[in-house]
């Protein structure tokens, strides 16, 4: 069983359409990490979220953190097929030195 | 420009074969990490290293062990390679939790 669920695993969408992704658990967080993976490479940090209801935003992209600390949610508007990657959520519970990822929600964004 | 390089980007070993899997950092960073990456089940932790010569298992070490050395390289050890540890294998390197995690570009690892 995933400590973090990730929903949906797969999303194919038209540029230009609006998306959400959701990470979900019934644990507390202290922080919430969004990472984008493009085939071939590595993932790579897109934002980190500390406090409960907060809302971050990178140009097209949305991020919540949810007010109890155990969701978020990555929007993004008018997606673009650059979008076109694997997004990965991951968390920091308590004193623990790593982080725990989620199963990944694969987005291809078609031109 | 900070970096994570692993060894080798694609392996091709045999069942029973040992196999080493290298990541070196050049960011001065404590906390040094190994995955293995699967469809449909993300990134999962095998070990990690918060110091030189000290290790932490993950959530998946049974058949694999690790070494560090020099605090810039952590290294990934298959004692007897076998036909389910074919995966991705991702090296990372970070300070605490909140802070970045910097990813290699990973090995992808076929036991034959």
């Known amino acids: 069983t995933q400590l973090l669920e990730q929903s949906p695993q797969f999303l194919s969408i038209q540029e230009g359409e609006n998306l959400t992704v959701y990470c979900n658990s019934s644990?507390?967080?202290?922080?919430l990490q969004w990472y984008r993976q493009e085939p071939g490479e590595g993932p790579v940090l897109l934002v980190t979220?500390?406090?409960?209801?907060e809302v971050k935003k990178l140009k097209r992209l949305t991020f919540q953190f949810g007010d109890a600390r155990k969701d978020s949610s990555l929007h993004i508007t008018a997606a673009q097929p650059g979008d076109t990657g694997l997004y990965l959520c991951?968390?920091?519970?308590?004193?623990?030195?790593?982080?725990?990822f989620g199963s990944g929600t694969q987005l291809t964004v078609l031109p | 420009d900070v970096k994570v390089t692993q060894s080798s980007r694609y392996l091709v070993k045999r069942t029973g074969e040992k196999v080493f899997l290298e990541c070196v950092q050049d960011?001065?960073?404590?906390?040094m990490f190994w995955y293995r990456q699967d469809p449909g089940l993300g990134l999962r932790l095998i070990y990690f290293?918060?110091?030189?010569?000290?290790?932490e298992k993950g959530d998946i070490p049974e058949g694999y062990s690790v070494s560090r050395e020099k605090k810039e390289r952590f290294s990934l050890i298959l004692e007897s390679a076998s036909t389910n540890q074919t995966s991705m294998y991702l090296c990372?390197?970070?300070?605490?939790?909140?802070?970045?995690?910097?990813f290699g570009p990973g090995t992808r690892l076929l036991v034959l």
């Open positions: 290293s918060y110091d030189v010569k000290m290790k």
């Open positions: 991951a968390g920091a519970r308590g004193s623990a030195r790593q982080l725990t």
């Open positions: 960011m001065d960073h404590e906390n």
């Open positions: 644990s507390v967080f202290s922080s």
């Open positions: 990372a390197s970070g300070g605490t939790p909140q802070e970045t995690q910097y």
């Open positions: 979220v500390v406090t409960g209801g």
